[in-house]
């Protein structure tokens, strides 16, 4: 154990509630999502009740995506707009690809941090919009129910993607950075590794 020392807090409750129901909910919407579209998987529907069920399930999930998303956005607008030195880290692969020296100390999050931020937004407005279409197909002229599907799921395989590579780096890839998220406390020795710039400022305001 750390003694409270060598801690310092990074996240607060606010933060580690929207984190956890924005990744949770998106988890759930995918799993129901893939039991829906294929029929191959219907274990997956049978788990969650069936197909009637697994589409409300699909569908609520999919709003409280959309709904933590809202809340999301401004919460780390500004700790993820880029700065100088961010497109120095994302060309060395801020050291996770091959070995780098001399990277620019990052902030709240590094580079990589803020990229995936974007992502999430861009294709995390582009799938709630897309979803809404499709729950109401009907309405709109079948070109767009059409675009709708498609960009859906390549919305879905992008944030996938970046979500497995996400959890890899939040876990056995940087130990103890889970707990950032868990409990929103990280040790002094982690910070003065990946947020360098955050620490002294963070230092500088005691």
Request: charge should be neutral; include cysteine.
């Amino acid at each position: 154990m750390h003694s409270n020392v060598d801690m310092v807090k990074l996240t607060d409750v606010p933060e580690r509630i929207t984190h956890w129901i924005l990744a949770g909910s998106f988890l759930v919407a995918l799993v129901t999502g893939l039991g829906l579209m294929y029929h191959h998987w219907s274990v997956i529907p049978t788990i969650f009740g069936g197909y009637y069920a697994s589409k409300w399930i699909h569908i609520f999930s999919g709003l409280m995506f959309g709904l933590s998303l809202v809340v999301a956005i401004p919460m780390w607008w500004k700790d993820c707009l880029f700065v100088e030195g961010d497109g120095k880290w994302i060309m060395k692969a801020g050291g996770y690809l091959w070995e780098a020296e001399d990277l620019p100390p990052a902030g709240k999050f590094n580079a990589g941090q803020k990229v995936f931020y974007w992502f999430v937004v861009a294709f995390g407005i582009l799938l709630v919009a897309t979803g809404l279409v499709m729950a109401n197909a009907l309405v709109f002229p079948v070109v767009l129910a059409r675009w709708a599907f498609m960009l859906h799921a390549m919305s879905v395989f992008v944030l996938a993607s970046f979500l497995m590579v996400h959890i890899y780096l939040g876990t056995i890839g940087n130990p103890g950075t889970i707990q950032a998220m868990l409990y929103g406390w990280v040790t002094r020795a982690w910070a003065r590794v990946h947020c360098p710039k955050w620490l002294e400022e963070k230092m500088d305001n005691i």
